[in-house]
């Protein structure tokens, strides 16, 4: 399974960005999807996880209310609807795969088997 991220880009403060991450050589619907992100010289963050179906999503308290998770299991494809983005949120931003009888916590980064290259964001004015 190989994860692609794409969508990201410059925006200001303020504005919106949709990432998209799609797969190759399996199917997102076989997994829990999440996205991560990572700022240089910080850890790895959750950012939010969606189910299989789709039916149960779960955010950082950081990005709850501004950001949103939607999959499309027909299109093979995870969204992240990011709005109101703040200088915080610039990262690189990962998708990542998780097969759903993991135990490990969907925020823990060690529960994902698969991951992608991510794709950057940065909000500047």
């Known amino acids: 399974v190989q994860l692609q991220a794409s969508g990201g880009g410059l925006v200001q403060p303020g504005g919106s960005l949709r990432l998209s991450c799609t797969s190759s050589?399996?199917?997102?619907?076989?997994?829990?999807m999440a996205w991560f992100r990572q700022a240089p010289g910080k850890d790895r963050e959750h950012v939010g996880t969606?189910?299989?179906?789709?039916?149960?999503?779960h955010y950082a308290d950081s990005v709850k209310g501004r950001f949103t998770l939607a999959r499309d299991n027909a299109k093979n494809t995870i969204d992240l609807l990011m709005n109101n983005l703040m200088p915080e949120d610039a990262a690189r931003y990962y998708c990542?795969?998780?097969?759903?009888?993991?135990?490990?916590?969907?925020?823990?980064?060690?529960?994902?088997?698969?991951w992608g290259r991510g794709t950057q964001v940065t909000v500047s004015s």
């Open positions: 990542a795969a998780k097969y759903a009888n993991n135990s490990v916590s969907s925020a823990l980064p060690s529960g994902y088997r698969y």
């Open positions: 050589g399996g199917t997102v619907a076989d997994f829990t």
């Open positions: 969606i189910s299989r179906k789709g039916g149960a999503t």
